[in-house]
């Protein structure tokens, strides 16, 4: 299959990931360009990549066939619409738009432009939430019961240096735990009403350092979350699935789904059944049952479903419009009850 002609917008923290990603896969992706008006290329590794300051310019002249938005969350949708003007397929970083109005405008103009999109949710690709994803679907839990998500560190404090962190959307909820929500999304279905409580107690900021949240899926079952970066803790998916070299090893669970037949803990996989088939209830014993999985990179698995996609025409992970849903429930976190906006 033939390599996809790329360009990488924004070569901060998550967009170098993405450039080493492309140069680490040459069958799947050549890097064509890379555009930052602020950063200097001089330490970074391009494998003869072409260096750009502005971005139209770039896609003018070097008309890649597709494009990684890694810029901050305010640029995605103008990127995405530059991208979709020309046709270009993209994949940008989450969350999808820093708004939803932006986020439904975005979801119109890739329509109507035809091109192919992912949104940068890259722990769908994980092994283990495949696996987690395969034995709901096969029904190894019975039908699904209720959902319950821990995302607890403590986030030094020099990381509160950059001011915008401290502000309105620079929190846990739309950094991290719109991972999670997306993750709950995709394993228990469709959210049907959200509430929560924000805190800023431990930090003192105007955005939040700590948020639990109720949902309500579609099917019946119920979820909460709790996310924050003030608690020190073992229990961030992070943590578990060694997805991240930066978040050492903990060898715990953040996820825990409970079913009529079984339970799950995710991502150090335990699969919890009853010792016999049917033998079910709370005086019957349940055995527990490791289940390993070999660790794929999830952002290699990202880039090379973003060539089948493109190429192949396979469906996507987390095109635009799913990335806009996630964002919906996401900041609707915080409401009493809120039915997330439709996409
Ligand atoms: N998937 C993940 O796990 C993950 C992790 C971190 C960040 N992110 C997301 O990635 C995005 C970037 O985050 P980051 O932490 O890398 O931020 P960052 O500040 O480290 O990097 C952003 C880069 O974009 C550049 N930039 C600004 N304007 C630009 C423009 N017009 N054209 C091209 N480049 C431009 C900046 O100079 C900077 O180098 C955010 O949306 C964030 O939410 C996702």
């Known amino acids: ?15 170098r990931k993405h450039i080493k990603t492309i140069l680490s896969l040459p069958q799947v992706a050549e890097l064509a360009a890379v555009t930052d008006p602020m950063t200097d290329p001089a330490a970074l590794e391009l494998g003869g990549a072409q260096w750009f300051r502005d971005e139209k310019q770039m896609l003018d002249q070097i008309k890649p066939e597709a494009v990684i938005i890694a810029t901050p969350n305010a640029l995605h949708a103008g990127h995405g619409a530059l991208c979709c003007a020309r046709g270009i397929h993209f994949l940008v970083e989450k969350p999808v738009t820093a708004t939803l109005d932006e986020a439904a405008e975005l979801v119109r103009a890739v329509q109507e432009s035809g091109v192919k999109t992912l949104v940068g949710h890259h722990r769908r690709y994980l092994s283990v939430v495949q696996e987690a994803k395969r034995l709901i679907s096969q029904g190894a ?12 560190t403590r986030k030094p404090d020099d990381y509160f240096k950059v001011e915008w962190r401290t502000q309105t959307g620079g929190g846990p909820l739309l950094i991290n735990a719109i991972h999670e929500i997306d993750l ?3 394993l228990c279905g469709d959210i049907r009403s959200i509430s929560g409580v924000k805190s800023n107690a431990r930090r003192g900021f105007a955005v939040e350092d700590t948020a639990a949240a109720l949902f309500e899926f579609a099917n019946g079952c119920l979820g909460t979350l709790i996310c924050s970066d003030a608690g020190f803790s073992p229990w961030t998916i992070e943590q578990g699935s060694g997805e991240n070299p930066m978040f050492p090893g903990s060898g715990q669970s953040a996820y825990r789904l409970t079913g009529t037949k079984g339970s799950l803990e995710l991502p150090v996989l335990r699969l919890w059944t009853a010792q016999a088939p049917g033998d079910i209830g709370w005086d019957r014993p349940i055995v527990r049952k490791a ?23 396979e469906t996507p992970v987390v095109p635009v419009v799913e990335g806009a849903r996630t964002l919906a429930a996401t900041l609707a976190v915080g409401g009493q009850g809120k039915r997330p906006r439709e996409f």
């Open 1 to 15: 299959m033939k390599p996809l002609r790329m360009a990488v917008l924004g070569a901060g923290l998550v967009g």
């Open 141 to 152: 839990l019975g039908d699904l019961v209720a959902a319950s998500v821990i995302w607890s």
């Open 184 to 186: 709950l999304r995709y």
């Open 291 to 313: 289940i390993d999985t070999p660790y794929h990179d999830p952002f290699q698995a990202q880039l090379s479903h973003f060539q089948r996609l493109i190429r192949l025409d």
